[in-house]
């Protein structure tokens, strides 16, 4: 059975830090695309970053490319976002999830629906 467990949100001051990790279990690295996506109040759930099941393919939305990176660990079958110069629009609950791909591809998708796998969501606050 797939887990995510998802940790490290808090209340942070603008221009602040936070990195978010997402403890994954039951599953194989190599098969698995792993993305990072947000929910504000009132919001649609969006992305916010993906990384592809091979490792090496990453992609970033518009609004945190330049602040925001994701990895991975897998000796601590850990995925990451580090999060830098948070602003008040990044707050939102945010989720790790998990796309099956079959293999290990350099391809991530973007779209909630291509998502099977989520975990419970932590809150991200940027606010002074």
């Known amino acids: 059975q797939l887990q995510l467990v998802e940790s490290g949100g808090n209340l942070v001051q603008p221009g602040g830090s936070l990195k978010l990790s997402c403890i994954v279990s039951?599953?194989?690295?190599?098969?698995?695309?792993i993305a990072w996506f947000r929910q504000a109040p009132g919001e649609e759930r969006e992305a916010v970053s993906c990384?592809?099941?091979?490792?090496?393919?990453?992609k970033y939305s518009d609004p945190v490319k330049g602040r925001f990176t994701i990895s991975r660990d897998i000796a601590k079958n850990t995925v990451y976002l580090q999060m830098n110069g948070l602003k008040p629009e990044d707050t939102a609950v945010y989720y790790c999830?998990?796309?099956?791909?079959?293999?290990?591809?350099?391809?991530?998708?973007?779209?909630?629906?291509?998502?099977?796998?989520w975990g419970q969501g932590t809150q991200v606050t940027v606010s002074s």
């Open positions: 999830a998990a796309d099956w791909t079959s293999n290990a591809y350099d391809y991530c998708s973007t779209y909630v629906s291509a998502y099977d796998y």
């Open positions: 039951g599953f194989s690295w190599e098969k698995y695309a």
């Open positions: 990384l592809s099941s091979s490792g090496g393919s990453t």
